[in-house]
């Protein structure tokens, strides 16, 4: 009985003398030996056959067939026909693999006994025997149908694939001139069985002149075949898996029509580097113009280009003459289809970008809109700009050695001024010395060995190289274009008719401001500004009111206010008492206190320090509310309790109001004051000798007590607790040191505590109830909102501000405590009714990025989503930014800055910097990047326009390690739970 091999490879041949060796020696030179090869000769005229004779008399592994296929189709399946393996491969006559392809296509086979196939990369090989970077797509094991069903992105010998299954699905369709063998693969895949990847590229792929694959006319003709057979049902395939048998799913634009697409882009983008063009760019209509699909469109573009110039990735850019004028023809005509020129340039950007990234610029690169070029830095030379070109891509070399390779946005001439800054900014300043001493005709000077000395050394050179090469602005240069653009931004601001900037108000300070060693400075200076608690507000007159109710029953004779203030609840008080003495430590709070209570002839006004100065005696009542706060500590507060006591009379009552604090019971709602509060005071009094608590109002924020002296012999009795709600609208400067239902974390502990290297920036878009579902994502409610600011509070979080970040970032300095940056793209008007009043309720603040040239209308760039949403006007901005929001740039106009030209990005740039100045009366010094892309132009020319700081595309906490120009943030989403939100902060805490 004959012996059944574990594979069968089939090699149609057909005139292929001069490539055949190759292809058989690789099969002689493979590990595993259980093989046959099957040699299918199609009508050969040249010495294939002979060849091939040659092989089958030395080894017996060899077997010859003849055919008249006239197609590598025909000849397979005949080769298929005779095939007695477990296992099939096809290896075409020009191409070979590995010596270890078998061994290791056989392993993963085994390895998984349920796969119908093994599949592998592979590289292209070019006439001059160069090879293309490896292909492996990870996602035919993923997705096969779904994949086979687009495209095909396996060659044709990098499979092992089950010979039954092959057979049972009726070979190769020899109807087919080209796309065969994605047909048959695609069959294959509906039967939805598994596909296993050796994550190695083990085949080689012989690229020529005479190839069917640069037939683009015919390739194209078979390709629709094939796609549309993968969107319908395929009756060649007896048993397809369920989920495949009506075809592919059509979902998220993944359409027949924009897969044929996408094959006819690599087509066009091949006859560009052959020199034809025979497809009309209107068949490209249904690819996607999205810009996050331009890198994909140009990664496609690219590996056409390679096939139809037969050049590898590194002689690209140096052959741009042979085929750059047509395909940027065809990307501008691209645009045009779209209707979209923006995305065609965003396209010929990552295309050019891609194509340098692969040259070492051995001579220079002119393409369509980047200029690739080497520069001496030690003896840089001006450059003038070509036409069209609009950035540089560069490599600075020194020595023979590429120092540092950049790529930014140009305007103009690139002066010899220009690269010496580039060379101080990128080249390490120490390699700077030596060149800087050189153009100066001197010694270099050496830097000390430690210290500081070396880092000025280091700096000096840089700047000696800058004096020497002048400061001079050439008008026609780039940094003299950008001065253009600025003073037209300039003048545009200043014929806006818009108000200027506004002042902003004096901050409010809080009982956790701390002390002052002169107490009566410090009271002086609290009153500077009239009613600074805001005396007349709805929750402090509800206080008062509740103050008034505890009042003891019967006459009240003599009664005095310690720490009257400006007299609001004297002249209350005044009508309950035959005599007030009114007494504050501040003599510009007793002169208003004594002009608002003229007409109250029992009241009589003086300046007391309470702490320090006797109290009078014999009082009925005494009343000290929201002052005893400001005590030194506790021991303090216990000996002004003795005094009390001693100035009342017997039978007496003390009433005090006083805040709940944090510092006295972290579990409960209280205010975040750096002091004690109403639990410890009530404690405290409650504690001295010959005072008794009489009667209680507790609210969630603060107690009202009513204590009373007692007389001689007198027994204290149980006393009578009330708890009232607070019905009172509470003022923001109230509100925002309150932590509702306690704190896991108090500020101030962590402050002293915590030291980290990284902190979360957070980026919100909008806040709202109701929106397009479709931007769901970008908008939380504004309860999600509340509950995660809510948490950031109780948490110990205080909000900082990027400038804060930057500074952080220069120093080196370890960030205190648990700082957090707040971040908002766009400037929706929801900003302002929902996320802003939630914001300063928590005692934080956030930083918003407006889309300057759109301020008062609504967000356009969403309209294909449903209603835009409404943005902030300039007026809102001024009121938001006198209240301590803060205000950077998300650029003019929305639009992705990867598709901008350099000038229209620096004039966005500058125009939008220069309104957000003008609008909130503070230095603009950060922008994010509209829909989080960049390119790499944005860093270098945004610092040009005056800013320091800059959000991209990345995703992560920022550290000390971040360049403040590119910072990354975390998107924190409108679809996900609270508890996704504490644990991606929490993420960032746990790591120091």
């Known amino acids: 009985m004959a012996h059944n091999p574990l594979v069968s490879i089939v090699v149609p041949a057909h005139n292929a003398e001069v490539t055949l060796p190759r292809a058989l020696d690789c099969l002689v030179d493979q590990e595993i030996v ?86 592998c990369g592979s590289r292209r090989v070019m006439p001059d025997g160069e090879l293309t970077p490896s292909s492996i797509p990870t996602e035919v094991a993923i997705q096969p149908f779904e994949t086979f069903a687009r495209r095909c992105p396996i060659r044709t010998h990098a499979l ?7 057979v049972e699905l009726g070979g190769f369709d020899v109807s087919l001139r080209t796309c065969e063998d994605w047909d048959l693969w695609q069959r294959l895949a509906r039967l939805g069985k598994r596909w296993v990847m050796v994550d190695e590229s083990l085949a080689f792929y012989r690229t020529s002149p005479n190839s069917l694959t640069r037939n683009s006319t015919q390739m194209l003709a078979d390709a629709e075949i094939v796609i549309a057979r993968g969107f319908s049902p395929d009756p060649r395939v007896k048993k397809p898996a369920s989920a495949h048998a009506n075809g592919a799913i059509e979902t998220n634009g993944r359409t027949a029509s924009e897969a044929l697409a996408w094959f006819a882009l690599w087509n066009a983008a091949s006859d560009c580097g052959s020199g034809r063009r025979s497809i009309s760019p209107q068949t490209l209509r249904a690819l996607p113009a999205g810009r996050k699909w331009a890198r994909e469109i140009a990664k496609v573009a690219f590996d056409g280009l390679m096939v139809g110039s037969l050049s590898v990735p590194a002689q690209l850019a140096a052959r741009w003459d042979r085929f750059g ?39 220079s690169r002119r393409l369509a809109r980047t200029l690739g070029i080497r520069v001496d830095i030690r003896n840089p030379t001006s450059i003038e700009l070509p036409e069209g070109i609009d950035q540089i891509y560069a490599y600075l070399m020194m020595d023979g050695q590429i120092e540092a390779v950049v790529q930014f946005g140009v305007l103009g001439k690139v002066t010899r001024r220009h690269w010496i800054e580039l060379a101080r900014d990128f080249v390490p300043p120490k390699r700077l010395i030596h060149s800087a001493a050189r153009l100066a005709r001197r010694p270099p000077v050496h830097a000390p060995q430690q210290g500081a000395g070396a880092d000025m050394s280091d700096i000096s050179a840089a700047e000696a190289l800058l004096s020497i090469a002048g400061r001079r ?10 001065a253009r653009l600025a003073a037209e931004a ?15 108000p004096p901050r409010r300070a809080s009982a956790a401001d701390g002390h002052d060693d002169d107490r009566r400075s410090f009271w002086n200076r609290r009153f500077a500004t009239e009613d600074p608690w805001n005396y007349g507000s709805s929750y402090e007159q509800e206080k008062y009111e509740r103050q008034l109710e505890i009042l003891p029953a019967g006459p009240i004779g003599r009664a005095l206010e310690l720490a009257c203030a400006e007299g609001h609840f004297t002249r209350q008080l005044a009508p309950r008492v035959g005599h007030l003495t009114a007494t504050d430590i501040s003599a510009v709070a007793i002169g208003r206190a004594r002009a608002r209570c003229s007409d109250q002839p029992n009241v009589e006004f003086g300046v007391l320090d309470f702490c ?30 003795k005094q009390i006591v001693e100035a009342l009379a017997p039978g007496g009552s003390f009433i005090n109001a006083h805040a709940f604090v944090l510092r006295d019971n972290v579990e409960r709602t209280g205010f975040d004051w750096n002091t004690f509060g109403a639990q410890a005071i009530s404690e405290t009094l409650a504690g001295t000798e010959g005072l008794v608590l009489d009667q209680s109002i507790q609210t969630e924020l603060y107690r009202i007590d009513r204590f009373r002296r007692l007389s001689p012999d007198e027994v204290a009795t149980e006393p009578m607790i009330d708890h009232a709600p607070i019905r009172a609208r509470l003022e923001i400067g109230v509100a925002r040191n309150i932590v509702w239902g306690g704190a896991r974390a108090l500020r101030r502990d962590v402050a002293r505590s915590e030291r980290r290297q990284r902190i979360p920036v957070l980026m919100y878009h909008g806040v709202a109830d109701e929106g397009p579902a479709a931007l769901a994502r970008f908008r939380l409610t504004p309860a999600a909102f509340h509950s995660q600011m809510a948490w950031l509070r109780a948490n110990g979080f205080h909000a900082i501000r990027s400038e804060q970040l930057e500074r952080f970032i220069a120093s080196r300095q370890p960030f205190a405590g648990r700082p957090v940056l707040i971040t908002f793209d766009d400037g929706f008007q929801n900003f302002a009714d929902h996320a802003w009043p939630i914001l300063r309720a928590n005692d934080l603040t956030a930083e918003v990025f407006l889309v300057t040239d759109l301020v008062g209308e609504s967000a356009l760039w969403d309209a294909d989503s449903g209603p835009p949403t409404q943005l902030m006007d300039a007026g809102t901005v001024r009121r938001l ?88 943030r975390i998107e924190i989403r409108g679809d996900r739970s609270l508890d996704d939100f504490v644990a991606k902060v929490e993420a960032v805490l746990e790591e120091r």
């Open 34 to 119: 259980d093989w046959e090869a099957i040699v299918v000769v199609d009508v050969s005229t040249d010495a294939t056959a002979a060849i091939i004779a040659g092989y089958v008399e030395h080894d017996a592994r060899f077997r010859t067939l003849s055919a008249s296929a006239y197609s590598a189709a025909g000849a397979r399946n005949s080769g298929i026909s005779t095939a007695r393996g477990r296992w099939l491969m096809f290896l075409d006559a020009d191409d070979w693999v590995d010596a270890g392809f078998l061994a290791k296509m056989l392993a993963a086979l085994e390895a998984a006994p349920d796969a119908v196939t093994a599949y």
């Open 160 to 166: 092992l694939v089950d010979r039954k299954t092959i």
């Open 325 to 363: 004028g047509s395909l940027t023809e065809l990307i501008t005509e691209l645009g045009k289809v779209w209707d979209d020129p923006v995305a065609g340039r965003r396209v010929q950007y990552h295309l050019e970008e891609m194509l340098l990234d692969f040259d070492d610029l051995a001579a």
């Open 473 to 482: 602005s050439d008008r026609h240069s780039h940094f003299g274009k950008l």
């Open 490 to 504: 300039r003048r545009l601001v200043r014929s806006s008719a818009e108000a200027t900037e506004p002042l902003a």
């Open 612 to 641: 320090a100065d006797t109290l009078p005696g014999e009082m009925d009542l005494i009343v000290c509310s929201e002052v005893l706060y400001y005590l030194d500590d506790l021991a303090e507060l216990r000996r002004i309790a």
């Open 881 to 968: 930014a006198a209240e301590g929001a803060f205000f950077g740039s998300h650029l003019a106009t929305h639009r992705a800055i990867d598709g901008l030209s350099s000038s229209d990005l620096a004039a966005e740039l500058l125009r939008s910097r220069m309104f957000t100045e003008r609008w909130t009366g503070r230095p603009t010094t950060a922008f994010a990047a509209p829909f989080s892309v960049t390119d790499r132009r944005l860093g270098r020319l945004a610092k040009e326009c005056g800013y320091r700081i800059g959000f991209g595309g990345r995703h992560g906490p920022a550290d000390l390690d971040c360049d403040p120009i590119d910072l990354p």
